[in-house]
């Protein structure tokens, strides 16, 4: 939004600011927001009416989980949960994640916590490589 001063005594302009309202955000923020979450409930109800449907089915414990995501007839019938499966059942293409556990050990395991018990350890570090999946945000 402009602002501009004028003197009263004088016809000159002698200040132009500009606010730092956002209008976009006070206009459509709220049904940007409502829209979101509106999409998230949909999304959620969408996996769940799927999960739901191939829970019902039967599935043999012999059968490989990476071929039965694989067919075109299961990726377009659960399209939600195949995508779920591309992701945590693919090897990864690179070592990243691995380096990244390894990071993440280093600021676990400090000469302070030398005494950890592995499992309290490892319970430690699967937090730490999962707590953005559960929507917590940590201030680094």
């Known amino acids: 939004m402009l602002k501009l001063s004028v003197d009263p005594n004088s016809e000159v302009v002698e200040d132009l600011q500009v606010e730092d309202d956002d209008l976009f955000s006070d206009l459509f923020g709220e049904r ?8 998230e409930q949909s ?3 969408s996996v769940e009416a799927e999960f739901t449907k191939w829970s019902l089915q039967q599935h043999s414990l012999s059968e490989d989980p990476y071929m039965f995501w ?45 005494s950890l018990s592995p499992k309290k350890f490892a319970m430690l570090l699967f ?13 680094d």
């Open 70 to 114: 694989a067919s075109a007839t299961n990726r377009v019938s659960f399209p939600n949960l195949a995508l779920l499966a591309d992701k945590h059942l693919s090897t990864p293409a690179s070592s990243v994640d691995v380096e990244r556990a390894f990071s993440g050990a280093r600021h676990i395991l400090t000469d302070y916590r030398k």
């Open 43 to 45: 999304v959620k109800t």
């Open 127 to 139: 937090l730490h490589q999962n707590i953005k999946f559960m929507g917590i945000e940590l201030g």
């Open 32 to 39: 940007i927001r409502s829209s979101e979450s509106k999409t």
